[in-house]
């Protein structure tokens, strides 16, 4: 999931990285000083739940859950998951330079798209808040390697075989986070619903 | 005196807002080059820099060689997906192109380069460090606090979804390739964020309490001195040796 440097075209890597400021610039503009704690907590909490490794057939993967990011963050996802991809490139090596702004807008801004499609609907509670959760998670997931294989796809013809791995590699690990996504808001909506609105104003 | 560690590895001693400079200015100009000689020599210099870094060699190495085995398969189909001379045919008329082997080096040598440049000058920092840098170097005091929280919170929930993990095998839970292991593990994840808010909920009360008008202090007390700006020209010296050799090199071809 992670591009690294010297794949893509400049073009490509200009455009996610001025995306990915305005990202942060609206995702900072929600995070009032009241809502630092929560964000960076939240934003920790990501991380973790991102070295989280799930045995799926022979092998396991690592979750991104950023479908569930954005439904608990909003636009504060961009920012928060910037973080975690800048602390993951400084002090693990994983990703890139000159790629965070690609790499963050394609993680990030599938959180948002499904925090502002599926938030309303999760927030009204209910049984069939577990069955939009799942369908945030998959799509969330859907979209980051959408967005992957088009940022390999524009960086030359060359990259098309490896842009349809990275979709089809994805596949199963959609059924994995739409079942953990599902749960995880079943169980968060019942025990505090208020985490779905910890990035809205205060009453 | 505050972000310098005397008597530590030479790099550690330079100025924090130098060494990242000097990573991006690095990353950018090395992601710019084409040439193979000159990306030889930028990854001579990583690893020159892993050096003089005091990070212990053999296992930041092997975390490279972690990130290279996520695109090895990217860079093994380059040489057969991209158009040009052929260089080597396998059995049902698979070719394998000069330009794409180069194109696979090329990428692998930027992406190695340039993470291990980063890590050998940022990844030594204290992240707390690292914070009070980037906001000297202006970057927007929310984006900082947040990742001042982020690193500070990170060992302390890691540490209990450890702990959580334990309690659920103290009830027997066996992870394995099914829809049990992925729902418990999906209620753990919801119970983490549930618990991350209800923490920063306290946080946020006790910082309050302690007169919290808004603004985090920054305590390191930067300054600038005659090795940082030895530091600076030299760096700047060896990015331009990359760019000459570059220009020499593709002038030569």
């Known amino acids: 999931m992670h591009i690294v440097d010297g794949a893509l075209a400049s073009p ?13 610039a ?20 990501f991380f973790v739940a991102s ?42 090596g994983f990703g890139g330079v000159t790629v965070l702004g690609v790499n963050t807008f394609n993680i990030a801004m599938p959180a948002v798209i499904v925090g502002l499609l599926l938030g309303p609907m999760i927030r009204r509670g209910g049984a069939h808040a577990a069955f939009w959760g799942g369908v945030g998670g998959a799509l969330a997931i859907a979209l980051t390697t959408g967005f992957v294989a088009v940022c390999l796809a524009l960086s030359g013809d060359q990259f098309l075989p490896a842009a349809k791995l990275v979709f089809f590699a994805h596949i199963p690990i959609m059924a994995v986070e739409a079942v953990l996504t599902a749960a995880a808001v079943s169980l968060a909506i019942r025990v505090k619903p208020e985490l779905f609105r910890a990035m809205e104003t205060q009453p | 005196m505050a972000g310098r560690a005397r008597g530590a590895a030479p790099l550690r001693q330079v100025d924090p807002r130098a060494r990242i400079v000097s990573a991006l200015a690095f990353a950018v100009v090395v992601t710019g080059l084409s040439t193979l000689g000159a990306l030889a020599l930028a990854m001579a210099a990583a690893l020159l820099a892993l050096g003089c870094s005091g990070l212990p060699a053999a296992r930041t190495l092997k ?17 057969f997906s991209t158009p040009g001379t052929p260089a080597l045919t396998l059995p049902f008329g698979v070719v394998a192109t000069v330009e794409g082997f180069r194109l696979a080096v090329e990428i692998g040598l930027t992406a190695n380069a340039v993470i291990l440049m980063l890590m050998a000058l940022v990844g030594t920092m204290e992240p707390v460090m690292l914070g009070h840098a980037l906001a000297r170097l202006r ?11 982020t690193v500070r919170y990170i060992e302390v929930l890691r540490a209990e979804y450890a702990r959580s993990r334990v309690a659920m095998r103290a009830r027997a839970f066996r992870p394995g390739s099914n829809r049990h292991t992925w729902v418990s593990l999906g209620h753990l994840i919801g119970m983490m964020l549930v618990r ?4 920063s909920e306290r946080i946020l009360q006790a910082m309050k309490c302690r007169g919290f008008t808004g ?27 990359l760019v000459a050799l570059e220009v020499a090199l593709v002038h030569l071809a």
């Open chain 1, 12 to 24: 490509v890597v200009i455009g996610g990285a001025i995306a990915t400021a305005g990202g942060i």
């Open chain 1, 26 to 45: 609206l995702g900072l503009r929600a995070m009032t000083m009241e809502r630092i704690p929560a964000a960076g907590v939240l934003s920790a909490a």
């Open chain 1, 51 to 92: 070295l989280v490794h799930v045995p799926i057939g022979p092998s396991s993967v690592h979750l991104i859950l950023n479908g569930m990011a954005g439904l608990v963050l909003g636009w504060a996802a961009f920012p928060a998951l910037f973080v975690g991809l800048l602390l993951q490139a400084v002090f693990f």
């Open chain 2, 63 to 79: 975390r490279m060689a972690m990130m290279d085995g996520f695109i090895i398969f990217m860079l093994l189909i380059l040489p």
């Open chain 2, 139 to 149: 970057v927007p005091r929310a984006l900082v606090h947040l990742l001042l929280f």
């Open chain 2, 196 to 199: 991350a808010l209800e923490r």
């Open chain 2, 215 to 241: 603004r985090i202090p920054l305590l390191d007390d930067f300054s600038w001195q005659a090795t940082d700006r030895r530091f600076c020209a030299l760096f700047g010296l060896g990015l331009l040796a």
